[in-house]
Structures are given as C-alpha cells and as structure tokens.
C-alpha cells in the first residue's frame, strides 16, 4: 500500500480484508453523515446523481484499471427495503454501471437475514452481526472481477462478509466503492 493510500485507509495498516482494493469519495463527517441520512431515510434519491458524478469524477480510471466484470450491490434485507422504499447502493450501482457500461446485478448477492444496523456496533459486533448475512443468489459466479457498491465504509465488515461469499463461489477478485469512509476506525 502506498503512503498515500495509507492516509486514508488506516483500518487498511491494521487488518488484513478479504475484498482487492477499494475507493471512497468522501470522508465521513457530520456534512456527509446528514447527505447520506436525507439520501436513505428522507428519500431523497436525487442526490445519487451527485454521489455518482463524484464518483466517476475521483475513481473511474481505478475502475477501468481493475477491470470489473460485474456490479453488485450491498444488499438490503427485504424487511428493511420494504421500509426504505428502495436500496441506495443499488440505485448508485445501476448509475454507475450504466456510465461505465458494466452489467449490474442485485439477485447475485442476497441479504440471507436481517441484521442490526452497523451504526450501533462496534468493530467486533460489527463482524458477528454480518456472519452468514450474505448468500449467493445463484450456484457459481460467471464472473470473475466483482465491484461491491456500499454507501460508508467504516470497518470494512460488510465489504469482507460479502467478498467472502462471492470469493467462495468463483469470485477471483472483489473490490469496492463507497460514497464515504469513515477516519481512524
């Protein structure tokens, strides 16, 4: 890891993780704390035009440079996307792959069952909360170059709980984009 990237992935110094690589636009602070707050509780879905014009304008070589193969999602819960309305990783998903004319899928990756929010747990509840929260929608991937698309990146965990799914069945490599990440976690 270069002395750059290490600015600003200290969780990465830390732990080892399962997913390749991963980007995020923005440092998660009280102003993108309350962004993400109106874009996934006040239905406020336009502002994934702006996520993903950010994204694209702060990571599109990196993605072209890995090669992706296949979009997929964080997935929801379905009890929790019934009262959501709609999946915001997916919605950011589908921008991005229709800009960098990669298929998306939200049926590879399944949310197998519902969990407590990330956001009241700490780092090891964090990675007990997410154990066999994901299956595979389909027996083996086809695909072998995965970008995960989740709005924060804080520890990781939900990144590592996915990639370890889609790497059991056939995945080669898993990266991800996020539209933030947290600092010092």
Known sequence: ?????????????RRKHLYTRGRAVFEYDFVMRESIGR???????????????????????????????????????????????FNQAELIARKLGKELGIPVSADTLLRSRKT?????????????????????????LEFKKILLIDDIYTTG???DAAASVLLDHGAEKVYFLSISIGRGY
């Open 39 to 85: 874009f996934k509780y006040k239905n406020r879905r336009e502002y994934g035009d702006f996520y993903v014009r950010e994204m694209l304008g702060s990571c599109k070589e990196a993605v072209r440079s890995w090669n992706i193969d296949l979009i997929i999602p964080i997935p929801l819960h379905r009890s929790r996307r019934r009262t959501r309305g």
């Open 1 to 13: 890891m270069s002395t750059q990237e290490a600015e600003y992935c200290p969780d990465c110094g």
């Open 157 to 159: 965990s939900t990144i």
């Open 116 to 140: 407590k929010p990330q956001k009241e747990l700490n780092d090891q509840e964090r990675r007990n909360n997410l154990k066999n929260a994901f299956k595979i929608g389909k027996n083996d």
